[in-house]
C-alpha cells in the first residue's frame, strides 16, 4: 500500500477501511451501526487495538469482522519497539487488504515510518477544534482555559500530533456546569455524527486535503 490520495469509492465498491482503538470504542460501535443500517461507500473490514484487553473489540467481533489486539512486543529499545509495533500492524492491514485506516481513539503516536506508508489514507478524529487544544487532556485544556465553545475534529494525520489537513469540523458548547465527563459526552455524541459522514465524503472523493 502506498500513501496518496485514495480512490473515489462507491456504494457498490466501498472503501476497505481498518478501524484502530485502545478502549471501549464507541465510535466504532456507531461507525459500524453507520455501515451497517444501509449500503455505504465503506466498510470496516478489519478492527485493530493495541491491547488484546480493549472493549471496543467486541464490537468488532460481535460483527463477524475480523478483531484483534496487538500489544507492543517486548523489546528493550523503546524506539524498537514501536517500529516492531507498527510492523505488526502494518502486516495485518495490508494482509486484510485495507485501503484506508481510521484511527477511534487510538491512543499511540504512530512514527513517521508508518504515517508515511498510510498518508492521505490515514484518519483521525479528535475533541476539540483543532489547531486547539491538542493532545490527549483535550476536554480537561478546554475546562481549563474557560473557552465557551469546544467541537471536534477529522484529520488526516501527519507526522505531528494531532496535526495535518482538516477535512470536517463541528463545534460543540461548553456549558458553566460541565466536567470532563459532561463534555466528552456531549462531543462524542457529535463525534458519531460528524466521522462517518466525513468518511462518505472523503472515501467518495467529494472533499480532498
Ligand atoms: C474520542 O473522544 C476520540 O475523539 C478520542 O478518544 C475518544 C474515544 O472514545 N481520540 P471511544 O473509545 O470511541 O469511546
Not at 459500524?32 to 478492527?47: F, I, N, P
Not at 473489540?57 to 514501536?82: A, C, F, M, T, V
Amino acid at each position: 500500500m502506498e500513501s496518496g490520495l485514495p480512490r473515489a469509492s462507491t456504494i457498490d465498491n466501498p472503501t476497505r477501511l481498518a478501524v484502530m482503538i485502545s478502549g471501549g470504542g464507541s465510535g466504532l460501535a456507531a461507525l459500524l451501526e453507520y455501515q451497517l443500517s444501509e449500503k455505504r461507500c465503506h466498510r470496516t473490514v478489519l478492527v485493530l487495538a493495541d491491547s488484546t484487553l480493549a472493549g471496543g473489540l467486541e464490537h468488532g467481533r460481535s460483527n463477524g469482522i475480523r478483531s484483534l489486539g496487538i500489544p507492543l512486543p517486548i523489546e528493550k529499545d523503546k524506539s524498537e519497539q514501536r517500529l516492531a509495533h507498527e510492523r505488526l500492524v502494518h502486516d495485518e492491514l495490508v494482509s486484510a487488504d485495507v485501503e484506508m485506516v481510521v484511527l477511534s481513539g487510538y491512543m499511540r503516536i504512530l512514527t513517521p515510518w508508518f504515517v508515511g506508508l498510510w498518508k492521505g489514507r490515514l484518519l483521525n478524529i479528535h475533541p476539540s477544534l483543532l489547531p486547539d487544544f491538542p493532545g490527549a487532556h483535550a476536554h480537561r485544556d478546554v475546562l481549563a482555559a474557560g473557552v465557551g465553545l469546544t467541537g471536534c475534529t477529522v484529520h488526516l494525520v501527519d507526522e505531528r500530533v494531532d496535526s495535518g489537513p482538516i477535512l470536517a469540523q463541528r463545534q460543540v458548547e461548553v456549558k458553566p456546569d460541565d466536567d470532563e465527563s459532561t463534555l466528552q459526552e456531549r462531543v462524542k455524541k457529535i463525534e458519531h455524527i460528524l466521522y462517518p459522514e466525513t468518511l462518505d465524503r472523503y472515501c467518495s472523493g467529494q472533499i480532498s486535503p
